[in-house]
């Protein structure tokens, strides 16, 4: 069974940073793109960032760049989004997909999804 299991999320003061984690368990996914999406309460789901399965190619979304980093661990199973200088418009679930593809993750139409975790940015 493919799971993939976000943590990291929580409540942390405007300014600050938080590391979340997507664990990919049930194949392997050294071959997969992966990366993140976020959905804040009453808007619709938007793409954060994506990263290939070497890791060598990365993308963001503008409102982020700078800010987050997305990266890979050594065995390819895990994605991880480092969120500095966050934001209170930055509140949301965050969601990781996989997909073969980092067009069909950046798309929101990744094969894999996870069911997300709640970060939250106070002013």
């Known amino acids: 069974q493919v799971q993939l299991v976000e943590s990291g999320g929580g409540l942390v003061q405007a300014g600050g940073s938080l590391r979340l984690s997507c664990a990919a368990s049930g194949r392997t996914f050294s071959s997969y793109a992966m990366g993140w999406f976020r959905q804040a309460p009453g808007k619709g789901r938007e793409f954060v960032a994506a990263?290939?399965?070497?890791?060598?190619?990365?993308y963001y979304a503008d409102s982020v760049k700078g800010r987050f980093t997305i990266s890979r661990g050594g065995a390819k199973n895990t994605v991880y989004l480092q969120m500095n200088s966050l934001k209170p418009e930055d509140t949301a679930v965050y969601y990781c997909?996989?997909?073969?593809?980092?067009?069909?993750?950046?798309?929101?139409?990744?094969?894999?999804w996870g069911q997300g975790t709640q970060v939250t940015v106070s002013s």
């Open positions: 997909a996989a997909d073969l593809t980092p067009r069909a993750v950046v798309g929101g139409t990744g094969d894999y």
């Open positions: 990263i290939s399965w070497s890791g060598g190619g990365t």
